[in-house]
């Protein structure tokens, strides 16, 4: 998985930095999925800066995913990292949120930007109550701690709209478009 997600993230920064150059794409922001193993090693940090400054990706242009069973392993010093690459810039999402273990505690003190509604609530939204309050429940949460909250796996205009109407202001799913090649984007 290292040398896999190594690539990935210097893939990443090297697109996210020709889209600079892209007037119609300069302002987007990459997301890339970080594993525990990733994030686990002690020059993380160091790899992270240096795909940034090899490739000459904006900082802020780029999201690092985290899942809450990332977190579970040395919280602190996973903070620490995120703490150090955030103050260059980098953000972070909390990816499907709701589905692990996460210490509110600890949520507080992580420098996240969004958090991320896991599909497995946004599928039955509208037809599990328990799935609508949970997403009712982690977009308030999310609002409380100044962050946006993102819902994964959005498939119909229904749940597009209850999302919208509960406040969830960015989503993604096939009902916006199935994966692509970065060219068709």
């Known amino acids: ?6 690539w990935i993230l210097q893939t990443a920064c090297n697109q996210q930095a020709q ?9 987007w922001v990459v997301s890339i999925n970080v594993s525990a193993k990733q994030l686990g090693q002690v020059d993380f940090v160091d790899t992270v800066k240096s795909a940034l400054s090899e490739s000459g990706a904006a900082a802020n ?12 392993e ?3 010093n996973t903070i620490k990292k995120m703490n150090v690459l955030r103050r260059i810039g980098v953000r972070f999402s909390l990816d499907d949120f709701g ?4 210490s509110l505690s600890y949520l507080k003190r992580l420098p996240i ?18 799935d609508a309050d949970i997403a009712r429940t982690i977009i308030v949460l999310a609002k409380s701690l100044d962050v946006g909250v993102i819902a994964e796996g959005v498939e ?7 999302l919208i109407n509960n406040g969830c202001n960015y ?9 692509v090649p970065q060219d068709k984007l």
């Not at 998985?1 to 190594?6: C, R, S, T």
């Not at 242009?61 to 990332?70: A, H, K, Y």
Request: glycine fraction near 4%; charged fraction near 30%.
């Open 1 to 6: 998985i290292l040398p896999i997600g190594d």
């Open 19 to 27: 889209w600079q150059e892209d007037p119609v794409r300069k302002h």
């Open 61 to 72: 242009q780029i999201s690092l995913e985290l899942t809450e069973s990332v977190l579970q």
């Open 74 to 76: 040395n919280i602190q």
């Open 99 to 102: 589905t692990g273990y996460s």
């Open 113 to 130: 930007d969004h958090l991320k509604i896991d599909k497995s609530f946004v599928d039955d939204i509208l037809d599990d109550v328990s």
């Open 156 to 162: 119909t205009r229904e749940q597009y709209e209850w």
């Open 171 to 179: 989503f993604q799913g096939y009902l916006f478009s199935r994966p």
